[in-house]
């Protein structure tokens, strides 16, 4: 499977790392690649169960030091509409299964499928970062509620599971590392998933896919073993 030369699309694992504020390890990285004054912000995952606005708020403050404004899709009359008119779309983390919901409900999937497919950015975090694979069947989320679907937005040929967890070997914990999920994921699905450590991200633009921050990712494939990756290339040919 190519990927569409016009993908634009920066994939973080997370929104805020320990020691940091909201954005603030990716911000100067976010913003050069973006490139726009204004940005959609689709808050609809409601981490906490906050108000739209509150949540907007969040990326409003962060993007504002770099002069780039942020609108939240909710503070629209028609959604569709504008996310049509955007000029970069952030999608934001929380709960996968609401956002996918939600997304779903105001019939809006096939519309940023369509953006996205002609070049207008998209950023994801987490929840917003999900959608960006095959199915959101790898998410790390309660299914608080039951989208239509599991399908994503199928950015890319494969599954994401952000914050991903190493086993912690000094930890009495017996219950199912990150690693034993995603192997019971596989032992139903074919499709390989991408452990993404917080403080890392995917950056995809011309066809290709980056691997940027300072840890490595883990590629898990059905029947074949993990692996490290440090760099990503077209593994699913």
Excluded: C
Excluded at 143 to 148: A, D, G, L, T
């Amino acid at each position: 499977m190519k990927l569409n030369s016009n993908y634009k699309i920066l994939a973080a694992s997370t929104s805020t790392i320990h020691g940091s504020g909201y954005l603030e390890y990716i911000l100067d990285e976010a913003t050069d690649f973006l490139n726009v004054d204004e940005i959609l912000f689709i808050p609809y995952a409601r981490p906490s169960g906050v108000t739209y606005d509150e949540y907007t708020e969040a990326p409003r403050k962060a993007f504002d030091q770099k002069n780039v404004s942020v609108k939240g899709i909710h503070e629209f009359e028609n959604p569709k509409d504008a996310i049509l008119n955007s000029k970069a779309i952030f999608v934001g983390g929380g709960n996968t299964f609401l956002l996918l919901k939600t997304l779903y409900e105001l019939d809006l999937m096939e519309t940023l499928k369509k953006v996205v497919s002609e070049g207008t950015p998209y950023m994801g975090s987490s929840a917003g970062t999900n959608l960006t694979g095959m199915t959101i069947g790898t998410t790390n989320d309660m299914p608080i509620v039951y989208p239509p679907s599991f399908e994503a937005l199928g950015f890319l040929p494969f599954n994401i599971n952000p914050h991903y967890l190493d086993p912690d070997l000094n930890s009495t914990h017996k219950g199912e590392t990150r690693e034993t999920r995603i192997k019971e994921f596989h032992k139903f699905n074919s499709q390989p998933v991408l452990g993404l450590r917080e403080g890392s991200w995917l950056e995809i633009e011309n066809g290709k896919i980056e691997l940027k921050g300072n840890f490595t990712a883990r590629l898990f494939r059905s029947g074949v073993e993990a692996v490290e990756l440090e760099e990503l290339y077209d593994f699913w040919d």
